[in-house]
């Protein structure tokens, strides 16, 4: 038997590698991608799933690629199915181009993310992530509504500084503005998950976190969990929240700090942390001596004179 | 002691006596049956006597003052000092302090004789093969323990809002099933095959420190029985990671978690430095850099992360002990300590740790593949980089645990760069794996499937790892179940696929009996399905929005919490088959092994079986390295004689010197 042409193997699995690649990338742009967590309901929620359908088309052919390889090699060169026993070859024990190509590649794969990563995180002020108190990235706008979310075991609860820091278990925001969440803890480390908001902020004690995000014209219903293990009814820590649209969210918040003014009065005024800290072991509500009615870091909130 | 190695010697080659008797101390004659001396059950008298001892103490000490827990109405200072005292006297039950303590008083300390027998197996034994089957046992326990945990957590979330179990015993299995796999894995395979593969693949009598090789397995075994008595005290309601303030209001387990990170940590560091300085200095003669095996490299990876991370852990565990018991201050920001130093102590070790559980993994492939593929390692020295760059890196990313922690915000840049440079020297191991299947001769043996299976687990793995690297993803991915499926697929579909790989490669070695194939691919596949089938449909579970660690979710997800469910009950199920073929081939049915069943070039692989006390009759001249497959001119990887290839090898070790392991 006359020898048959060796078999071109890598032009073989590239071209496998490129056809399902070509197809399957745009098939889960178009009909994944719409689709995928958090969704599209603020600035945030558009970034986490715009940056996970880049990074999806990205992994997508090199995990193909490395399942093509794998098939290929264990389907051509298996032992049961004949064949002379392999003869080490000066490149079988390693190929400097192969290997400088292989490492370049990674590393111009990794840097690009490392990029595209740190405009993603930068530029969307944050992208919904807990920055702490001195937040470095914030938006340019100065028109941010300022929501308080405090966490304690085991549930949450929101202040509206803005709003005669009236407290209530309802999270109720306004269509296309800009929120600041101002997270903390009464006890231990909690987590603030709004899930469709693309907002996660850890909530400590004596800490105030903050994160921010937009939102956009959609209303609805949105989720919250808390997202960090905190004790035994961790599980059962979640409410609901509304985005409502300016209007209605006016009128809702005017009517509650009406309504709730009495037992705002009762509450400890309004501060940035709950917790006595060394400075203020017998109380104090506020540790670092700052201000929370301070225009510049509330954005025009007024203090209420009772 | 003659040892027939089965090798007839080669003409010219000198034969004799040359080497085999050894200088030793005397030893005294012992002449009362092994159950009389300290083993397993003084060990364990010991322990007992040694809890009730600390637990009076601390009752004497502190029972005046209003303890930190509360809840469980236990005294925490009664309950860690109990734990203390327990593991002292286990450790003096089972005689590890016999010889610092015969030292401290200036007499010359006994060292027994080498024992025979199934007895040496409960005994505090010096010798590494003894150990390393010690940690084997142990970590197999270790793990079927913490994997009924795992179904039992399955258990719960089968249905969203219905209850199996009340919130705090849920909590309380997940906190025990997370604490003792990481424990596990820990020493998974530094433990068993580092122990006891080192020095025959190295060619060495033993490894470096006897003692403090067993001692490490002792405090591990230590470790198991520790974490165990969270459940009696109530649990804690922290999950693996411990983070301060709840580790501070929480009740008597959390004591459990804390000395138990302390006591495993201990023999962690003893056991990562044993294996560093043996591979350091105990190579033998001949054995380059470039020629010591890849699994010897990921354990000398390996153990520099073991030496270098673990003390912070049991630094930050001791600080959590203080909290709890004298009142100190260290995490309770009220009192001017921080939670945060918690959370940044625990993931400097934490992060570390996750490559601790990976690198072996890698190390185990890379050393089959050459053996099922007859073929040299591809990229040997970019195996042996890749290894030690990750190790390197594994240093500096521990803060993308924190990225919406609120901790030095403004450093998330730079945490996503390490984070994602890391994936470059993994992308190193794939690169030898996948180089070395081109043109091979692929022969699907069990451990060869396990090799392949760990290649495509760790990929999804590792891939999902660059998602959580992004911070704009990971603020919907964080502490999700996407994280969980994420290290699972690492962890579990890395190093435990890879663990059990060495399981069926390296049994014949170290038992002289081969488990059977045929079972052992039914174990594979059905372990592969269901691995995939239970932690896939969790990255969808997370990307949906479940948290992890929670007993209630949403009702529109529990369709893919069933079918993970579903997964976890028939994982179980396949290990079931893997020890039923361990009882059968070792037990009922014992099948003698052929000596070198994978025809491996491995120096692991040249020397008897059972291999003897001393290893190796004469310390080796190591030749080459043991991945010439299908080399046109095979060479030998080393000459056991030890004679004439001194010369070629121009090693300047005298090969005679046996030195006494104990």
Redesign the interface.
């Given at each position: 038997m006359p020898d048959a042409p060796a078999p071109r193997?890598f032009r073989r699995m590239v071209a496998v590698w490129f056809v399902l690649s070509a197809v399957t990338d745009p098939l889960f742009y178009f009909l994944a991608g719409p689709h995928?967590?958090?969704g599209k309901m603020t600035s945030?929620a558009n970034?986490?799933q715009?940056?996970?359908n880049v990074?999806?088309i990205i992994?997508l052919p090199?995990?193909i690629a490395?399942?093509v390889?794998?098939g290929y090699?264990?389907w051509t060169?298996?032992?049961?199915r004949g064949?002379?026993?392999?003869?080490?070859g000066p490149y079988?024990?390693?190929?400097l181009g192969?290997?400088t190509g292989?490492?370049s590649v990674?590393?111009v794969i990794?840097l690009g993310?490392?990029v595209?990563?740190?405009y993603?995180?930068?530029v969307?002020a944050?992208?919904?992530?807990?920055?702490?108190?001195n937040?470095?990235w914030s938006p340019a706008s100065k028109q941010i509504l300022p929501v308080q979310v405090i966490a304690q075991q085991w549930m949450f609860t929101y202040r509206y500084p803005t709003y005669g820091g009236f407290e209530t278990r309802n999270l109720v925001l306004p269509a296309d503005t800009n929120v600041a969440f101002h997270v903390t803890s009464l006890?231990?480390?909690h987590?603030f998950?709004a899930?469709q908001l693309?907002?996660?902020?850890?909530a400590?004690?004596?800490?105030d976190?903050v994160a921010y995000t937009s939102t956009g014209s959609q209303l609805g219903r949105f989720?919250v969990?808390?997202?960090?293990?905190?004790?035994?009814?961790?599980?059962?820590m979640y409410n609901t929240g509304h985005i409502e649209s300016a209007a209605a969210f006016q009128s809702w918040a005017t009517t509650q700090e009406q309504t709730l003014a009495a037992t705002t009065k009762l509450l400890p005024p309004f501060a940035w942390t709950y917790?006595?800290?060394?400075n203020g072991?017998d109380g104090g509500f506020y540790p670092d001596n700052r201000d929370p009615y301070n225009k510049v870091e509330m954005y025009g909130a007024q203090k209420v004179t009772s | 002691m003659t040892i027939d190695s089965g090798r007839r010697p080669a003409a010219g080659e000198p034969v004799g006596d040359v080497g085999v008797t050894r200088p030793g101390p005397t030893r005294r004659p012992t002449s009362r049956p092994a159950w009389l001396g300290q083993h397993l059950g003084t060990a364990v008298v010991g322990a007992v006597a040694g809890y009730a001892v600390g637990h009076w103490l601390g009752n004497q000490i502190a029972s005046a003052y209003p303890n930190t827990a509360g809840a469980s109405g236990l005294n925490d200072t009664a309950v860690v000092l109990g734990l203390a005292f327990g593991v002292v006297g286990w450790l003096a039950g089972i005689g590890a302090l016999n010889y610092p303590l015969a030292k401290l008083v200036g007499r010359e300390p006994v060292t027994p004789e080498p024992q025979q027998g199934w007895m040496r197996y409960f005994k505090y034994s010096t010798d590494h093969k003894v150990v390393g089957m010690q940690y084997l046992v142990t970590v197999l326990v270790f793990f079927f323990t913490a994997g009924l945990l795992a179904m039992a957590i399955r258990t719960e979330l089968l249905t969203p809002a219905n209850h199996f179990f009340g919130?705090?015993i849920?909590?309380a299995v997940v906190g025990e099933h997370g604490t003792m796999m990481m424990m596990m894995a820990s020493s998974a395979v530094v433990g068993p095959l580092g122990n006891y593969l080192v020095p025959l693949m190295i060619g060495s009598r033993r490894t470096a420190f006897p003692r403090v090789e067993a001692a490490s397995y002792w405090f591990f075994a230590a470790g198991y029985l520790v974490i165990l008595t969270a459940l009696p005290l109530g649990g804690f309601?922290?999950?693996w990671?411990g983070?301060a303030?709840?580790q501070t209001?929480s009740a008597g387990g959390m004591d459990s978690y804390l000395v138990g990170f302390g006591v495993i940590g201990i023999g962690m560091i003893l056991a990562g430095f044993n294996l560093a300085v043996t591979i350091i200095h105990f190579r033998a003669p001949g054995m380059t850099w470039n020629r010591v095996p890849v699994f010897v490299w990921s354990m000398l990876a390996t153990a520099a992360l073991l030496t270098l991370a673990t003390p912070t852990l049991v630094a930050a565990g001791l600080f959590g002990v203080l909290d709890r018991t004298a009142q100190t201050a260290f995490y309770v920001?009220?009192?001017?300590g921080s939670?945060?130093l918690w959370q940044n102590l625990f993931w400097f070790f934490g992060h570390p740790e996750v490559y601790i559980m990976a690198l072996p993994g890698f190390g185990i492939v890379a050393e089959m593949l050459p053996v099922f593929?007859?073929?040299?390692?591809?990229?040997?020295?970019?195996a042996a980089a890749g290894m030690l760059g990750v190790a390197l890196l594994s240093f500096f990313v521990w803060q993308h645990h924190l990225?919406?922690?609120?901790?030095?915000?403004?450093m998330?840049?730079l945490f996503?760069?390490t984070t994602?440079?890391i994936?470059?020297p993994t992308?190193?191991i794939?690169?030898v794996g996948?180089?070395t299947?081109?043109?091979?001769?692929?022969?699907?043996e069990v451990p060869m499937l396990f090799a392949?299976g760990m290649?495509?687990n760790f990929?999804?793995g590792g891939?999902t790892g660059?998602?959580l690297?992004?911070?704009?993803?990971?603020?919907?991915v964080?502490?999700?179940f996407f994280v969980m499926a994420h290290f699972h697929y690492t962890i579990m579909g890395g190093l435990i696929f890879a663990l059990f790989g060495g399981i069926y490669y390296w049994t014949p070695k170290m038992t002289g009996r081969m488990l059977d194939q045929k079972w052992g691919k039914i174990h594979f596949w059905t372990m592969f399905v269901f691995f995939n089938l239970t932690f896939f449909p969790l990255f969808i579970v997370g990307?949906?929005?479940q948290?992890?660690?929670?007993?209630?979710?949403?009702a529109n997800l529990q369709v893919w919490n069933d079918i993970s469910s579903t997964g976890a009950f028939l994982l179980g199920a396949s290990f079931l088959i893997f020890v039923g073929n361990v009882v059968w081939t070792m037990v009922i049915n014992p099948r003698t092994a052929p000596a070198n069943p994978w025809a491996s070039n491995g120096l692991e692989w040249q020397t008897p079986t059972p291999v003897p006390y001393f290893n190796f009759e004469r310390i080796p001249v190591v030749l080459n390295d043991p991945?010439?497959?299908?080399?046109?001119e095979p060479a030998p990887v080393a000459d056991l004689g030890a004679g004439l290839a001194m010369a070629v090898a121009g090693a300047t070790a005298d090969p005679s010197t046996g030195l006494d392991p104990r």
């Amino acid at each position: 038997m006359p020898d048959a042409p060796a078999p071109r193997h890598f032009r073989r699995m590239v071209a496998v590698w490129f056809v399902l690649s070509a197809v399957t990338d745009p098939l889960f742009y178009f009909l994944a991608g719409p689709h995928i967590p958090p969704g599209k309901m603020t600035s945030s929620a558009n970034g986490a799933q715009f940056d996970f359908n880049v990074l999806f088309i990205i992994a997508l052919p090199v995990v193909i690629a490395v399942w093509v390889y794998l098939g290929y090699a264990i389907w051509t060169w298996r032992a049961s199915r004949g064949g002379p026993e392999p003869v080490a070859g000066p490149y079988s024990r390693g190929h400097l181009g192969l290997q400088t190509g292989w490492i370049s590649v990674s590393t111009v794969i990794v840097l690009g993310l490392f990029v595209f990563g740190t405009y993603e995180l930068v530029v969307p002020a944050g992208a919904g992530g807990g920055e702490g108190p001195n937040p470095i990235w914030s938006p340019a706008s100065k028109q941010i509504l300022p929501v308080q979310v405090i966490a304690q075991q085991w549930m949450f609860t929101y202040r509206y500084p803005t709003y005669g820091g009236f407290e209530t278990r309802n999270l109720v925001l306004p269509a296309d503005t800009n929120v600041a969440f101002h997270v903390t803890s009464l006890d231990v480390i909690h987590d603030f998950w709004a899930y469709q908001l693309g907002v996660k902020a850890d909530a400590n004690p004596g800490q105030d976190d903050v994160a921010y995000t937009s939102t956009g014209s959609q209303l609805g219903r949105f989720m919250v969990r808390c997202d960090e293990l905190c004790g035994i009814w961790h599980g059962a820590m979640y409410n609901t929240g509304h985005i409502e649209s300016a209007a209605a969210f006016q009128s809702w918040a005017t009517t509650q700090e009406q309504t709730l003014a009495a037992t705002t009065k009762l509450l400890p005024p309004f501060a940035w942390t709950y917790t006595p800290d060394a400075n203020g072991a017998d109380g104090g509500f506020y540790p670092d001596n700052r201000d929370p009615y301070n225009k510049v870091e509330m954005y025009g909130a007024q203090k209420v004179t009772s | 002691m003659t040892i027939d190695s089965g090798r007839r010697p080669a003409a010219g080659e000198p034969v004799g006596d040359v080497g085999v008797t050894r200088p030793g101390p005397t030893r005294r004659p012992t002449s009362r049956p092994a159950w009389l001396g300290q083993h397993l059950g003084t060990a364990v008298v010991g322990a007992v006597a040694g809890y009730a001892v600390g637990h009076w103490l601390g009752n004497q000490i502190a029972s005046a003052y209003p303890n930190t827990a509360g809840a469980s109405g236990l005294n925490d200072t009664a309950v860690v000092l109990g734990l203390a005292f327990g593991v002292v006297g286990w450790l003096a039950g089972i005689g590890a302090l016999n010889y610092p303590l015969a030292k401290l008083v200036g007499r010359e300390p006994v060292t027994p004789e080498p024992q025979q027998g199934w007895m040496r197996y409960f005994k505090y034994s010096t010798d590494h093969k003894v150990v390393g089957m010690q940690y084997l046992v142990t970590v197999l326990v270790f793990f079927f323990t913490a994997g009924l945990l795992a179904m039992a957590i399955r258990t719960e979330l089968l249905t969203p809002a219905n209850h199996f179990f009340g919130p705090d015993i849920y909590i309380a299995v997940v906190g025990e099933h997370g604490t003792m796999m990481m424990m596990m894995a820990s020493s998974a395979v530094v433990g068993p095959l580092g122990n006891y593969l080192v020095p025959l693949m190295i060619g060495s009598r033993r490894t470096a420190f006897p003692r403090v090789e067993a001692a490490s397995y002792w405090f591990f075994a230590a470790g198991y029985l520790v974490i165990l008595t969270a459940l009696p005290l109530g649990g804690f309601p922290t999950g693996w990671t411990g983070y301060a303030p709840l580790q501070t209001q929480s009740a008597g387990g959390m004591d459990s978690y804390l000395v138990g990170f302390g006591v495993i940590g201990i023999g962690m560091i003893l056991a990562g430095f044993n294996l560093a300085v043996t591979i350091i200095h105990f190579r033998a003669p001949g054995m380059t850099w470039n020629r010591v095996p890849v699994f010897v490299w990921s354990m000398l990876a390996t153990a520099a992360l073991l030496t270098l991370a673990t003390p912070t852990l049991v630094a930050a565990g001791l600080f959590g002990v203080l909290d709890r018991t004298a009142q100190t201050a260290f995490y309770v920001t009220e009192h001017g300590g921080s939670q945060f130093l918690w959370q940044n102590l625990f993931w400097f070790f934490g992060h570390p740790e996750v490559y601790i559980m990976a690198l072996p993994g890698f190390g185990i492939v890379a050393e089959m593949l050459p053996v099922f593929t007859r073929k040299p390692l591809f990229g040997y020295r970019v195996a042996a980089a890749g290894m030690l760059g990750v190790a390197l890196l594994s240093f500096f990313v521990w803060q993308h645990h924190l990225f919406q922690s609120g901790i030095n915000p403004d450093m998330r840049p730079l945490f996503m760069l390490t984070t994602e440079l890391i994936s470059i020297p993994t992308g190193f191991i794939f690169l030898v794996g996948l180089g070395t299947l081109y043109k091979a001769r692929i022969r699907m043996e069990v451990p060869m499937l396990f090799a392949l299976g760990m290649y495509f687990n760790f990929l999804i793995g590792g891939v999902t790892g660059v998602f959580l690297s992004d911070v704009p993803v990971n603020v919907t991915v964080h502490g999700s179940f996407f994280v969980m499926a994420h290290f699972h697929y690492t962890i579990m579909g890395g190093l435990i696929f890879a663990l059990f790989g060495g399981i069926y490669y390296w049994t014949p070695k170290m038992t002289g009996r081969m488990l059977d194939q045929k079972w052992g691919k039914i174990h594979f596949w059905t372990m592969f399905v269901f691995f995939n089938l239970t932690f896939f449909p969790l990255f969808i579970v997370g990307l949906l929005g479940q948290p992890r660690r929670v007993f209630e979710y949403a009702a529109n997800l529990q369709v893919w919490n069933d079918i993970s469910s579903t997964g976890a009950f028939l994982l179980g199920a396949s290990f079931l088959i893997f020890v039923g073929n361990v009882v059968w081939t070792m037990v009922i049915n014992p099948r003698t092994a052929p000596a070198n069943p994978w025809a491996s070039n491995g120096l692991e692989w040249q020397t008897p079986t059972p291999v003897p006390y001393f290893n190796f009759e004469r310390i080796p001249v190591v030749l080459n390295d043991p991945y010439h497959y299908g080399d046109p001119e095979p060479a030998p990887v080393a000459d056991l004689g030890a004679g004439l290839a001194m010369a070629v090898a121009g090693a300047t070790a005298d090969p005679s010197t046996g030195l006494d392991p104990r």
